[in-house]
């Protein structure tokens, strides 16, 4: 996944529109659905949002690389129990597998090029 950037947001270029309730009694529209142009505090704090995505996208992208990894060591425990119906090779195999989990995030030094390895023996996690 690339690492976003303001090209990447239309609300660093386009004032957004907003659908509201014309609250005004005396409009013609009263109690109608409105498009409005944000005012310039709310393009401001939308800005300001996206912003702070960009700003935060690695810490981010670490917290989703590391509940995928949870989520794939605790699908895959039963494959390295001694009651495993696995055979040797392919709990060794998973085994492995679950070591270069375990090394994520750690093991790459840019989050954008972390790939999650995919489990070498089928059936072992619904993925």
Request: contains cysteine; hydrophobic residues 35%.
């Amino acid at each position: 996944m690339a690492r976003p950037t303001q090209d990447d947001f239309a609300v660093f270029t386009t004032r957004p529109k907003i659908s509201t309730r014309d609250n005004d009694e005396s409009s013609p529209t009263f109690g109608q659905r409105v498009v409005r142009d944000f005012t310039d505090a709310e393009w401001d704090d939308a800005k300001a949002s996206a912003q702070y995505e960009i700003d935060n996208w690695d810490e981010a992208q670490l917290g989703r690389i590391r509940g995928e990894r949870d989520y794939l060591l605790q699908q895959s425990d039963w494959a390295i129990n001694n009651d495993s119906p696995l055979s040797s090779a392919d709990q060794a195999s998973v085994t492995t597998w679950r070591q270069e989990l375990r090394d994520l995030p750690t093991s790459e030094a840019d989050v954008a090029d972390i790939v999650i390895p995919a489990c070498p023996v089928s059936g072992v996690v619904d993925r």
